[in-house]
């Protein structure tokens, strides 16, 4: 167990407040905490491949954070006109 | 314990401390546009905090590298999706997002910028 580890798991426990912003309230809601998991979810990646040594595996992060903005965009839009 | 090692577990701890902050106030909003505000503590102290520690863990290797440009590219589109789910949830409100008459904020009209 090294800090990047423990780091990795601290952040990851931020998906408890996103998850019940997800699940309950307002559509609006729900959105933000969407918006909110990616990024921690993309740092939590970082810090997991650095702290087990598996640096090329930084590229899923990267992958998340480019694929998340046009999802979180698809989300907003259908959003604002359909839902 | 060297002064590198406590630098980047500071950075390390910074980094959490922001997802943190992040998260909780987001939850504890009431409304949406203000837990939109939330958002930018992970996507620019985080994410950069995130790469210096990176970078004082590996040196400048491709990891960092990587690092930099996710760090660049959450700086960038959180800005363009807090917008645009601003915009979308005005939208929903109003059933418009222009500013129009009665607005509680100053807004220059089209035709005055002519």
Known sequence: ?83 | MTAHTIFENGLLALVVLTCWLGAIGMWRMREPMQALHYLSLPATLGAFALAIAVVLADGANQAFWKMLLIAFILLATNSVVTHASARSFRARELGHWEPMDGDPFEFVRDTEKK
């Open chain 1, 1 to 83: 167990m090294n800090p990047w580890l423990i780091a990795g798991m601290s952040v990851s426990a931020t998906l408890v407040p996103c998850a019940a912003m997800c699940l309950r309230g307002s559509p609006e809601r729900r959105l933000v905490g969407l918006e909110m998991t990616s990024m921690l979810v993309t740092i939590a990646m970082v810090m997991f491949a650095v702290g087990y040594g598996r640096t090329p595996f930084v590229d899923i992060p990267l992958a998340l954070a480019i694929l998340s903005f046009g999802g979180g965009l698809v989300y907003a839009r259908f959003l604002g006109k359909h839902l």
